[in-house]
Nanobody, 123 residues
Framework: VQLQASGGGLVQAGGSLRLSCAAS????????MGWFRQAPGKEREFVAG????????SYADSVRGRFTISRDNAKNTVYLQMNSLEPEDTADYYC?????????????????WGQGTLVTVSS
């Protein structure tokens, strides 16, 4: 399984970015997907998750109302729309594939991880 994240970059506080994660090697449409992030010197934390159908979503309290996770099963891709970005959102962002279609909460479980894409928010 390969998960390829993209879309990171440098943005000013208050701005927006959309991350994408393209999956291959597994039937994408039958698994939950998630986004995690890790800031320098901090542990990796859950950001958002989405069920296989897209009807179920889960968010960390710190991003709820600002970030939106979505997926396009025809394109084997999961997205993270990030609005109203804050300097505290600066981190490497990783996508993950769950063990089942309803693996989209922080506890997953999560079977596969992609490489990170760096998001830097300047104040």
């Amino acid at each position: 399984v390969q998960l390829q994240a993209s879309g990171g970059g440098l943005v000013q506080a208050g701005g927006s970015l959309r991350l994408s994660c393209a999956a291959s090697g597994r039937t994408f449409s039958t698994y939950g997907m998630g986004w995690f992030r890790q800031a320098p010197g901090k542990e990796r934390e859950f950001v958002a998750g989405i069920s296989w159908s897209g009807r179920g979503t889960s968010y960390a309290d710190s991003v709820r109302g600002r970030f939106t996770i979505s997926r396009d099963n025809a394109k084997n891709t999961v997205y993270l729309q990030m609005n109203s970005l804050e300097p505290e959102d600066t981190a490497d962002y990783y996508c993950a594939m769950g063990r089942s279609g309803n693996s989209y909460y922080p506890s997953g479980p999560w079977d596969y991880w992609g490489q990170g894409t760096l998001v830097t928010v300047s104040s």
